[in-house]
């Protein structure tokens, strides 16, 4: 029998139903979606129970992006974020949900299918969406580890350099405490989008990070030194993963280690959360610093990719003409109304 796609309208029916699936993350879970869909309009939920037969065998997390009635197009998750089938089968359908979501995605008229499958069965994924039609536009990588029963095994499965590094920033007087309130949350944006600005990239709104730094799936933790926040790190946690999603830092403070003593923190709290396995995010291949930094923690990479698949032709090459235009006038209003 083929599946079926229903949609998933009750969030709370939807987050009790993923959150223990092998894999799920935030970024399957309704508050990250309402919270997207609240700073980006263009985009709204796409998230459907898979069914066989009239049995529910899965859920298919996805996203629409509809910027201009002209154009729309269904996305497993924005930004390289992962989406698309969500199983406890030992042998996930994952050949038959990409022909449901297809097929899905023609009846309502989309002009393309975006998906980034998760590191955890890239290939089979890979060899997939290959099969299915879809091209491969953008490769990339994570890091991830799975975490231990115990902190002090925690602790030991650090390399020599980051257990010193801890110990620099308790001896220099940083201290770890969670954002307690708003300015917490604006005074960890304000490095963020300096970091950001340095970098030549777009910060993500403001109004978005105060929202996920009090809602169930996320937790903002700060370092201080001297009185002031000179570091901070947000995480997601949902289901059996946490997120690394954000992380910024004063440059001149990093001498005395907030950044080590805030990832302790981070993955001592998911830790005692009764997360499994924890994603540090994407990095930029030129920045070695970076990925030494999550290795040292004990976290390995994990490549996976992006893939497109064109279901109407002319609308996406139309697309394809004037997205630069348009990134270009969204980046302008992003940056004059931080």
């Not at 796609?5 to 092998?22: G, H, K, M, N, V």
């Not at 917490?184 to 990239?201: G, K, Q, V, W």
Request: glycine share 6%; aromatic share 12%.
């Amino acid at each position: 029998m083929p599946l079926e796609f229903a949609p998933a309208s009750d969030p709370d029916e939807w987050d009790a139903y993923i959150r223990d699936l092998p894999h799920a993350c935030a970024f399957h879970s309704s508050v990250w979606k309402q919270t997207l869909c609240a700073s980006y309009p263009p985009y709204r939920a796409g998230d459907y129970f898979v069914t066989r037969d009239g049995e529910r065998v899965g859920a298919w997390s996805g996203m629409t992006f509809a910027p201009l009635p002209f154009w729309s197009f269904e996305e497993a998750a924005p930004w390289h974020l992962f989406g698309g089938l969500l199983s406890n089968e030992d042998d996930p359908p994952i050949e038959d949900a990409l022909r449901a979501w297809e097929s899905s995605a023609r009846r309502l008229g989309r002009s393309a299918l975006t998906l980034t499958p998760p590191p955890s069965d890239f290939g089979r994924w890979r060899d997939a969406l290959s099969a299915s039609g879809f091209e491969k536009i953008e490769s990339k990588f994570t890091h991830s580890m799975g975490l231990p029963e115990h902190v002090e095994t925690l602790w030991e499965n650090y390399k020599g350099s980051v257990r010193t590094d801890v110990r620099r920033a308790e001896k220099s007087g940083v201290s770890v405490r969670p954002a307690l309130v708003v300015s917490d949350a604006d005074d960890f944006y304000d490095l963020y989008a300096a970091t950001m600005d340095r970098f030549d990239s777009l910060a993500k709104p403001r109004d978005m990070v105060r929202h996920l730094t009090f809602s169930p799936i996320g937790r903002l933790l700060v370092a201080e030194r001297e009185a002031r926040i000179v570091a901070g790190l947000l995480y997601l946690h949902f289901g059996k993963t946490m997120t690394v999603w954000m992380a910024a830092s004063v440059p001149e403070e990093r001498r005395y280690s907030p950044n080590h003593a805030l990832y302790h923190a981070a993955l001592t709290d998911a830790l005692y959360a009764g997360c499994e396995r924890v994603d540090f995010g994407a990095s930029p291949p030129e920045n070695e610093g970076l990925v030494k930094f999550k290795e040292s923690f004990g976290a390995t990479r994990a490549e996976f990719g992006t893939f497109l698949k064109g279901i109407a032709p002319v609308r996406l090459g139309l697309w394809r003409l004037a997205e630069p235009a348009m990134r270009k006038a969204y980046r302008l209003l992003q940056k004059t109304t931080q």
